[in-house]
């Protein structure tokens, strides 16, 4: 996110995605986990679990099943140093004017996070349930409802929502579950919200977080 605008930026390197190891956490397969595993220290790991508690625990298994991993930069800590992938593709984020507060790589199914404010944390983490639900691309890209909800959607719940179909999914998530900064120029993402302006995406995330996030 540039501050203080949400979350941005998302590096989602295709093609290579079948070619990736799905991680272990917690020393068991990551299927057997029941959250993502978490590299940061106590208290930025107790802040995360805190935010990505409003998902659920279906939510989180299904992210730990789907490998995700999480990875809390350090100060001055820039994404390269990390990211295999980015260091690979030459992204270069880091050397941007404002770099993204926190990115998701699909292909490493890994959420690094500059930022730990509510909004980064809840934005991320709903591109890599996105990436789970979808098993390994994202399900807003194939699942036909979501593609005709935004192309239909005649209001969004943030501006950034109108970005992409993955942007819509993120954003419409981070409502669903209400994680807002409190200084955010947008409107607050609330499922209130949501409901009020995209009634449709507001009706399908119902169904996913029942059918196939149910605690
Ligand atoms: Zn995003």
């Known amino acids: 996110m540039r501050r203080p605008s949400p ?3 998302e590096k ?3 093609g290579n995605i079948g070619a990736v190891r799905r991680s272990r956490c ?3 397969v990551s299927r ?6 978490i590299d940061a220290s106590p208290e930025a790991t107790a802040r995360i679990e805190t935010i ?3 998902f659920g625990r279906g939510a989180l298994r299904a992210t730990a099943a789907g490998g995700t991993r999480i990875v809390h930069l350090n100060d001055g800590e820039g994404y390269a140093s990390r990211s295999r992938v980015l260091r690979r593709l ?3 984020v880091d050397d941007w004017p404002l770099p993204p507060a926190g990115l998701f790589v699909v292909e490493e199914r890994t959420i690094y996070l500059r930022s730990l404010s509510p909004m980064t944390v809840a934005h991320e983490f709903a591109h890599a349930l996105d990436c789970a639900l979808g098993g390994g691309v994202y399900l807003s890209g194939i699942d036909p409802r979501v593609r005709e909800a935004f192309g239909a959607a005649q209001r969004f719940v943030t501006p950034y929502a109108a970005c992409g179909l993955d942007e819509y999914f993120a954003e419409c998530a981070r409502a669903w579950v209400g994680a807002n900064d409190p200084h955010s120029p947008w409107p607050r993402a609330t499922r209130a919200r949501l409901r009020a302006v995209d009634p449709a995406m507001a009706t399908i995330l119902e169904g996913i ?7």
Request: charged share 20%; proline share 11%; net charge positive.
């Open 209 to 215: 977080f029942r059918q196939y996030l149910a605690a």
């Open 7 to 9: 979350p941005r930026q």
């Open 26 to 28: 917690c020393g068991t």
């Open 32 to 37: 057997m986990c029941r959250r993502p595993q």
């Open 12 to 14: 989602r390197p295709s």
């Open 52 to 54: 990505l508690g409003g």
């Open 90 to 92: 030459g992204a270069r």
